[in-house]
């Protein structure tokens, strides 16, 4: 009987597993539809009272707040699973590392509505964090100026592929190397470098750089 346990078990627990996944995206689907409903109905509640810790409408109070804690529980849960579902998606079409990159831009923009959501149903003015945001972003972005950059440019490569990893290719800038020419295969496609292999070395060139380049298949070696 050992001899059958393990592969019995195996089986299933790939089968738990498969139902897990396939199961994974109607939690994520139902838990934002559940977040949309809350927020719906703490809008309607809060309508019934001036501001929260008024002496009336006490009840609608609690129905506003819990619906807006609901709000920020599940609309988290939501974009923590749909911008996962769409990194599995993404892994069959791209490099790994550029769908965790769209990942986390995805987590990134459920994450600030979820919190603008929760804090305007709370009745929290919004507007002065935003600014103070706006401003702190600005002087992030000058200051991470160069690595933002690469990380765009990484977007964009992700969007257009004007090359993929296995590409033999020929980069063309005045930045690559002493005559401006860099030849090699494509082994990576990161968020910030595209790693070339020359044949002599692996280079990590920057993504804003291989955007910038002049990309052409790699000559036979009689015209290189």
Same mark, same amino acid.
């Given at each position: 009987?050992?001899?059958?346990?393990?592969?019995?078990?195996?089986?299933?627990?790939?089968?738990?597993?498969?139902?897990?996944?396939?199961?994974?995206?109607?939690?994520?689907?139902?838990?934002?539809?559940?977040?949309?409903?809350?927020?719906?109905?703490?809008?309607?509640?809060?309508?019934?009272?001036?501001?929260?810790?008024?002496?009336?409408?006490l009840?609608?109070?609690?129905?506003?707040?819990?619906?807006?804690?609901a709000?920020?529980v599940?609309?988290?849960?939501?974009a923590?699973?749909?911008?996962?579902?769409?990194?599995?998606?993404?892994?069959?079409?791209?490099?790994?590392?550029?769908?965790?990159m769209?990942?986390?831009?995805?987590?990134?923009?459920? !994450? %600030?509505?979820?919190?603008v959501?929760? *804090? #305007?149903?709370? $009745? =929290?003015?919004? &507007?002065?964090?935003?600014?103070? +945001?706006?401003?702190?972003?600005?002087?992030?972005?000058?200051?991470?100026?160069?690595?933002?950059?690469?990380?765009?440019?990484?977007?964009?490569?992700?969007?257009?592929?004007?090359?993929?990893?296995?590409? !033999? %290719?020929?980069?063309?800038?005045?930045? *690559? #190397?002493?005559? $401006? =020419?860099?030849? &090699?295969?494509?082994?990576?496609? +990161?968020?910030?470098?595209?790693?070339?292999?020359?044949?002599?070395?692996?280079?990590?060139?920057?993504?804003?750089?291989?955007l910038?380049?002049?990309?052409?298949?790699?000559?036979?070696?009689?015209?290189?």
């Open positions: 009987m050992h001899l059958h346990d393990g592969p019995q078990l195996d089986l299933s627990a790939q089968m738990a597993r498969t139902v897990k996944e396939k199961t994974r995206p109607w939690k994520s689907v139902i838990a934002l539809i559940i977040a949309i409903a809350a927020a719906a109905t703490s809008g309607w509640a809060h309508q019934r009272f001036g501001h929260f810790f008024a002496p009336v409408g009840i609608s109070q609690g129905i506003a707040a819990s619906c807006a804690v709000v920020a599940f609309g988290s849960m939501a923590y699973g749909l911008s996962g579902q769409a990194r599995s998606a993404l892994q069959t079409h791209t490099s790994p590392s550029h769908a965790a769209v990942r986390y831009a995805l987590l990134l923009i459920g !994450a %600030v509505i979820t919190l959501t929760t *804090l #305007g149903l709370f $009745g =929290i003015p919004i &507007g002065q964090l935003v600014l103070g +945001g706006a401003l702190t972003s600005v002087f992030v972005g000058i200051a991470a100026q160069q690595s933002l950059g690469n990380v765009f440019a990484g977007m964009v490569l992700l969007l257009a592929r004007p090359f993929h990893v296995g590409d !033999a %290719v020929r980069l063309r800038a005045g930045v *690559l #190397g002493s005559n $401006g =020419i860099l030849d &090699g295969t494509i082994t990576e496609i +990161g968020i910030t470098y595209v790693r070339l292999d020359t044949g002599k070395s692996v280079m990590a060139i920057p993504n804003s750089t291989a910038a380049s002049v990309v052409g298949p790699l000559p036979p070696p009689e015209d290189a």
